[in-house]
């Protein structure tokens, strides 16, 4: 069998895909059927930008910042390399890292899971803040894992988050990293271009270098 050179990396976006509780689910309605009266099927949608695998715009945590629109696209295309911190507790710290940091590329995805959570899971992984900054100060321009936040469930403050925004990185969150080997690859995750939107969804892909 020949290597594998991609991997899709983005979970399906179903009605079952899990989400934030309170948050709206992925929805999907006909507006029209092909038929002898109509040639299209035609489909309409209804969900939060969050589910399923997605870039946070800075909007969605700080007023008057970036949408989902605004965002430059050069920090989710590009040199990345997956880490792996399986098992890692509640929060994703430096020494977790430590091990693959020699010559980080701008773009760092961290695996937490052994197999990404298809039900809500309140117990994810997230970032230390000092890891973000930890990151930020070694290069790296987008982070991201394969869990829902990089900001615990329980967080009101959001400190991972408003290190995004002080350091001026881009996340990628509800990744899918369970065949992803440690190394590195290239990454492709593009936003959609979502006027006023707080993230978008992503169909993100890892490509062998």
Same mark, same amino acid.
């Given at each position: 069998?020949?290597?594998?050179?991609?991997?899709?990396?983005?979970?399906?976006?179903?009605? #079952?895909?899990?989400?934030?509780?309170?948050?709206?689910?992925?929805?999907? &309605?006909?507006?029209?059927?092909?038929?002898?009266?109509?040639?299209? &099927?035609?489909?309409?949608?209804?969900? *939060?930008?969050?589910?399923?695998?997605?870039?946070? =715009?800075?909007?969605?945590?700080? &007023?008057?910042?970036?949408?989902?629109?605004?965002?430059?696209?050069? +920090?989710?295309?590009?040199?990345?390399?997956?880490?792996?911190?399986?098992?890692?507790?509640?929060? %994703?710290? %430096?020494?977790?890292?430590?091990? =693959? /940091?020699?010559?980080?590329?701008?773009?760092?995805?961290?695996?937490?899971?052994? !197999? +990404?959570?298809?039900?809500?899971?309140? #117990?994810?992984? /997230?970032?230390?803040? #000092?890891?973000?900054?930890?990151?930020? =100060? !070694?290069?790296? !321009?987008?982070?991201?894992?394969?869990?829902?936040?990089?900001?615990?469930?329980? *967080?009101?403050?959001?400190?991972?988050?408003?290190?995004?925004?002080?350091?001026?990185? !881009?996340?990628?969150?509800?990744?899918?990293?369970?065949?992803?080997? #440690?190394?590195?690859?290239?990454?492709?995750?593009?936003?959609?271009?979502?006027?006023?939107?707080?993230?978008?969804?992503?169909?993100?892909?890892?490509?062998?270098?």
């Amino acid at each position: 069998m020949p290597p594998k050179t991609l991997w899709d990396i983005s979970p399906t976006v179903s009605p #079952e895909a899990p989400i934030f509780p309170g948050d709206e689910p992925y929805r999907l &309605n006909w507006t029209a059927r092909l038929s002898p009266e109509c040639p299209v &099927n035609l489909s309409a949608l209804t969900m *939060s930008p969050h589910v399923g695998a997605h870039a946070d =715009a800075p909007l969605h945590y700080a &007023n008057n910042a970036a949408d989902a629109a605004s965002v430059a696209l050069d +920090a989710y295309l590009g040199p990345c390399r997956v880490i792996h911190a399986i098992g890692c507790g509640p929060l %994703i710290r %430096i020494e977790h890292l430590q091990h =693959a /940091a020699d010559g980080l590329p701008p773009r760092v995805l961290v695996r937490c899971c052994e !197999r +990404a959570d298809t039900v809500w899971n309140p #117990e994810f992984s /997230a970032f230390a803040p #000092e890891t973000v900054a930890w990151l930020a =100060a !070694r290069g790296v !321009r987008l982070i991201g894992l394969d869990t829902p936040s990089v900001d615990p469930a329980s *967080s009101k403050s959001l400190d991972s988050h408003q290190q995004l925004l002080r350091l001026d990185l !881009r996340v990628l969150e509800n990744l899918v990293l369970d065949e992803v080997p #440690e190394g590195d690859y290239e990454l492709i995750a593009l936003p959609l271009k979502l006027a006023g939107a707080c993230a978008s969804p992503v169909r993100a892909v890892l490509r062998a270098l």
